[in-house]
């Protein structure tokens, strides 16, 4: 179990993920600018523990991906990704310390993102070992 939150403290969450990981840096235009490092995982395996009420939701395009940040500091800790509507997308930036024992980071060319979108849809699925606890 991972634990992390935003920059202020008022949104905090945990994700059932193992002590090794892959991540994925895309080089869309959103995550470019923020920065965001995506691990993936199953909605059964994410848990708001407190924050709901600062959550704001900033959307474009087709709308599905519902980015979801710190009203008060502005950080985007998790969010539900277009690729994995079923799931959610954490910040591996955003995790505390101590938690993870090896981090491997995959580039995805999210500025393809209609050709390349298909090659993450398996993370969010329940039991799928790139984000079943080991």
């Known amino acids: 179990m991972h634990r992390g939150g ?31 490092v995506h691990l993936i995982v199953p909605a059964a395996d994410f848990r708001l523990l407190q924050g709901a009420d600062r959550l704001q939701t900033y959307t474009f395009n087709t709308g599905v991906a519902k980015h979801l940040f710190c009203g008060t500091c502005g950080i985007k800790s998790f969010y539900v990704p277009r690729s994995n509507p079923d799931g959610y997308s954490v910040n591996l930036l955003c995790l505390d310390p101590g938690t993870l024992e090896q981090v491997s980071i995959e580039d995805f060319d999210g500025r393809n993102w209609e050709a390349n979108a298909a090659t993450l849809a398996h993370l969010s699925q329940p039991g799928d070992p790139g984000t079943a606890p080991a």
């Open 6 to 36: 935003c920059h202020c403290g008022a949104v905090r969450f945990e994700v059932l993920a193992p002590a090794r990981v892959t991540a994925r840096r895309c080089n869309c235009s959103m995550c470019t600018k923020t920065g965001f």
